[in-house]
């Protein structure tokens, strides 16, 4: 089955920790995404990638990196410049021809105290 | 700057009743916008897209979504509406390909017996 996999589901850490989120495709998409979604807020744009080793900043990427050695795969590091960083993480891809639909993944609730 | 307004943050039905759900947009040029579901603590399903031809859009689970220029709407709706709607429902625009798509808020809803 194709499909965007995202692990682990649920994500515990201490603050002042970094911690990498995990996201990887197998429908052969260009283009990754990572949104951070807040109750009340709708999804807000981190980071995304059109191309392998390239990327920019979203709406909100301080305390946010990212990297993209492969296609398949589109790791999120949250670190200990970020605020208030406990929320539900996103991980979408696209392909340009599909007319900028995205397709998700299950999600990773990070919870940091 | 591409926006989307989902003025209804909660909206209760009854089983079996009709569902309009809001969504207004601004944006400079022909957008793309998507219907978007999302179960709690899930990732978001693409319900349907418009980008061009027939303003009127059929999607899946029997939704539906009516393009306006004029309003700069694209509302969704569905004629009855099932237990397993109950959902959050998100709208979203973009100029297509890559390019970054803006989310709104989300309208949470509600389905009673």
């Known amino acids: 089955d194709g499909g965007i996999t995202q692990s682990p589901k649920y994500l515990f850490r201490k603050e002042g920790q970094n911690v990498t989120l995990s996201c990887e495709q197998n429908l052969n998409h260009d283009a990754m995404y990572w949104y951070r979604q807040d109750p009340g807020q709708g999804l807000r744009l981190i980071y995304y990638s059109q191309i392998v080793n390239d990327f920019q900043k979203g709406d909100i990427a301080e305390g946010y990196s990212v990297s993209r050695e492969k296609k398949e795969s589109f790791p999120l590091t949250v670190t200990s410049a970020q605020k208030n960083p406990t929320a539900f993480y996103l991980c979408?891809?696209?392909?340009?021809?599909?007319?900028?639909?995205?397709?998700f993944g299950p999600g990773t609730r990070l919870t940091v105290t | 700057a591409q926006s989307v307004t989902q003025p209804d943050i909660h909206i209760t039905v009854s089983e079996g009743a009709s569902l309009e759900l809001r969504c207004n947009y601004s944006?400079?040029?022909?957008?793309?916008l998507f219907w978007y579901v999302q179960s709690p603590g899930q990732g978001l399903q693409l319900l349907l897209k418009?980008?061009?031809?027939?303003?009127l859009v059929q999607g899946i689970k029997g939704f539906e979504a009516e393009f306006k220029r004029s309003q700069s709407s694209f509302n969704l709706r569905k004629p009855s509406v099932h237990w397993s709607d109950a959902a959050e429902y998100f709208c979203?625009?973009?100029?297509?390909?890559?390019?970054?798509?803006?989310f709104g808020t989300g309208t949470k809803l509600q389905v009673i017996p």
């Open positions: 979203a625009v973009g100029s297509g390909g890559y390019q970054k798509v803006t």
């Open positions: 979408a891809s696209s392909i340009s021809n599909q007319g900028g639909e995205q397709y």
């Open positions: 418009y980008f061009s031809g027939d303003t």
């Open positions: 944006y400079g040029a022909t957008p793309y």
